[in-house]
């Protein structure tokens, strides 16, 4: 018998978390489609008195709602999922009954990140996407056919065509800069998991102070270390060398996040090793 | 099974064994019940019924088959009588005569009690 | 089946509650720990178990090291704490959950203990109360087969009638292969049941003795007067409860309260007589 690693075991762990998560993470997902649908509901499209439908140079229609709904109700939903798994570990007469299921630490681990980290992040995608997919097709069912043309510096000659709704993720992953976040999430459950096994009670409040504190000092820090380097020294660049690294800075940006996922994930599993009850 | 006070649990169960013996509920040459069956009806620790049992194969009332278990051996019943009387002599005897001492009881009055004793309880229609 | 060699161990570094500890339990016996309110009776349950972990020294359970959580040992150790919390599910769903991590998981037992215990499978575990909720986990977890059975003030919480039951279901779970350690302050609820007494106090286990050997070297009695021989005693209805050296191979039923004080009361005296 394999102490750390058994895929039968895993599988049999995997089921067996699914009886205590899986309530409150199918409670949570239904709250989070509810949401959707009424975000969705109260934004459809109307056409304005003089103007009609509002959309932009390739005719699509303006859904502006959908980025701050998304990215707010994803980070809501991933981080109560994420802050939520270990908190059993928290109160002894729950800690005892888990610590002692004939699982390695390794497995528990995996386990939680499986919830967490991917589990949880799918099925809000997917959640998304499918509501959203719905209401595309129904609005682009009800404005009916229009068509319209656009002028503007870019096209001298008039760009034509129908008037649609597009998805949201068609419209999110527009700009390269934004595929080089799609590790954050990840980073925002391990460090809501790792507050869950770290903090005995009130992990979630707990947590995002810490997180807010850390935030908050980093920036000051960023701010007087810029300021001390740049002290007396000129601007000498208008574009303050986002032009010329554009891209390496996101490349940076997703190495470090993942970095520092992969570190929190790693301290996560000390801290369920070393839990005591 | 009520246990008494004060005497030793494994020496009370083999009382208790005896007496199913004496009164005929457990007959010669069969099988007593396993040291676990009778654990659990006694609320005991087996290692307890075990120590009893191993007492009264020593008194030759029980003998151990291995792999079968413990049976009433052939003669328990005048084993049985032989280990009492040692008992009672030990035990309750020196108590009895003590007694005797302190309330000045003759054992002419003793024996004419007994021999009335003995009439009344054992020698009825 | 547990080594226990020069074991160390505290919340705190500074305030041990165990000192250079050392014992050895073996197979087939029922280990009775005794000890006083916060004498770290849960606490060595727990080192056993993996779930703290020590300072120094060096604890082997069946040969693993038992804070390393090893699926292998955890899948032999049967843990029955004194709090504990069950999913609110329906108690085949809980059993189809947890059964599979034990290779010799036995259904029909569990079946036979869950009968004893009058508890209906379709039951679900969030509507029983806490003494069956109790009778649960332990049917459960002597189903498992575990080899180690340890029980953290198991009848706390059990009615008269489920002490009985409970007191039969113990008397059959111990097979030779088998372990089992309990703490309790319910002596009276065990003391036919144990048949090794382990006693914590003061960081260290100030007694353990089988009852044959107690019952050899110390005779329980009721006495009129005191005298000299007397290790220690109680007043009673008519006298005393006493402990008295055993001189003259008398065999008296152990009294496990009058021990339990004896031993903290004249640790001096009842020092020589055990080594």
Request: net charge neutral; charged share 20%; with cysteine.
């Amino acid at each position: 018998m394999n102490n750390s690693f058994n895929f039968n075991r895993f599988w049999l762990l995997v089921k067996r978390q699914w009886l205590e998560f899986g309530k409150i993470y199918l409670i949570s997902l239904l709250v989070v489609v509810g949401v959707l649908i009424l975000f969705y509901a109260w934004n459809l499209p109307e056409p304005e008195a003089e103007k009609g439908y509002r959309y932009n140079s390739e005719g699509f229609l303006y859904l502006s709602f959908r980025i701050p709904l998304f990215l707010t109700l994803g980070f809501i939903f991933i981080s109560v999922i994420a802050s939520g798994y270990f908190s059993l570990l928290g109160q002894k007469p729950k800690a005892i009954i888990e610590l002692m299921t004939p699982a390695s630490t390794l497995e528990k681990w995996l386990c939680s990140i499986f919830y967490t980290g991917i589990f949880s992040v799918f099925s809000f995608l997917l959640v998304f996407y499918i509501t959203d997919l719905a209401f595309v097709k129904y609005i682009d069912k009800t404005i009916g056919t229009i068509t319209f043309s656009w002028t503007s510096g870019v096209h001298p000659t008039p760009k034509t065509g129908i008037v649609s709704a597009r998805t949201f993720f068609n419209d999110f992953f527009e700009h390269d800069e934004i595929k080089s976040m799609v590790v954050v999430p990840f980073m925002i459950t391990s460090i809501f998991l790792l507050g869950s096994v770290y903090f005995n009670r009130f992990h979630y409040i707990k947590t995002a102070v810490v997180v807010m504190l850390f935030l908050t000092a980093l920036i000051y820090t960023l701010i007087q270390t810029a300021n001390w380097m740049t002290r007396d020294k000129m601007q000498d660049s208008a574009n303050f060398g986002f032009s010329s690294a554009h891209n390496e800075f996101f490349i940076y940006a997703m190495v470090g996040i993942t970095a520092v996922t992969v570190f929190l994930w790693c301290v996560t599993f000390f801290r369920v090793k070393e839990k005591e009850v | 099974m009520e246990f008494r006070e004060n005497k030793a649990i494994y020496l009370q169960i083999g009382d208790y064994v005896c007496e199913h013996i004496l009164l005929g509920k457990w007959k010669s040459e069969d099988k007593v019940p396993s040291v676990r069956e009778l654990a659990v009806s006694l609320e005991v620790n087996p290692n307890t019924v075990m120590r009893t049992y191993e007492l009264l194969q020593n008194k030759n009332i029980l003998s151990n088959k291995r792999g079968i278990g413990f049976f009433i051996a052939e003669d328990a019943i005048k084993q049985i009588k032989i280990y009492s009387k040692i008992q009672f002599m030990d035990e309750e005897l020196p108590v009895f005569f003590r007694n005797l001492y302190l309330l000045d009881i003759g054992f002419d009055e003793l024996e004419a009690r007994y021999q009335k004793f003995v009439k009344e309880t054992f020698t009825n229609p | 089946m547990i080594t226990i060699n020069n074991l160390n161990f505290g919340y705190s570094k500074h305030n041990l509650l165990f000192k250079d500890m050392s014992m050895q339990l073996s197979a087939g016996h029922i280990y009775g720990l005794l000890g006083k309110n916060g004498a770290g009776k849960s606490s060595l349950l727990k080192n056993i178990a993996g779930l703290v972990y020590a300072q120094s020294g060096s604890l082997k359970v069946m040969g693993f090291d038992p804070a390393k959580r090893e699926p292998e040992l955890l899948a032999d150790i049967c843990f029955i704490p004194e709090e504990f919390y069950l999913p609110s599910i329906k108690i085949d769903a809980y059993i189809k959950a947890n059964a599979p991590f034990y290779k010799k998981f036995d259904y029909a037992y569990l079946n036979v203990l869950l009968e004893e215990f009058n508890i209906p499978i379709s039951n679900k575990l969030v509507n029983m109360s806490y003494g069956q909720k109790k009778k649960f986990i332990i049917a459960f977890g002597l189903a498992t087969q575990a080899k180690l059975v340890i029980m953290d003030e198991p009848t706390n919480g059990l009615d008269i009638p489920s002490k009985a039951q409970f007191r039969k279901v113990m008397a059959s779970a111990l097979t030779d292969d088998r372990c089992i350690v309990i703490s309790t302050h319910q002596v009276r609820d065990l003391d036919n049941l144990i048949d090794t007494v382990i006693m914590l106090d003061e960081s260290t286990i100030s007694l353990k003795a089988s009852i044959e050997e107690i019952t050899q070297k110390l005779t329980f009695k009721k006495m009129k007067e005191l005298d000299e021989t007397v290790i220690y005693a109680e007043p009673a209805l008519s006298g005393y409860n006493v402990v008295v050296p055993n001189f003259h191979q008398e065999d008296s039923k152990m009294d496990i309260e009058l021990l339990f004080n004896a031993v903290i009361a004249e640790k001096k005296k009842l020092k020589p007589i055990f080594n």
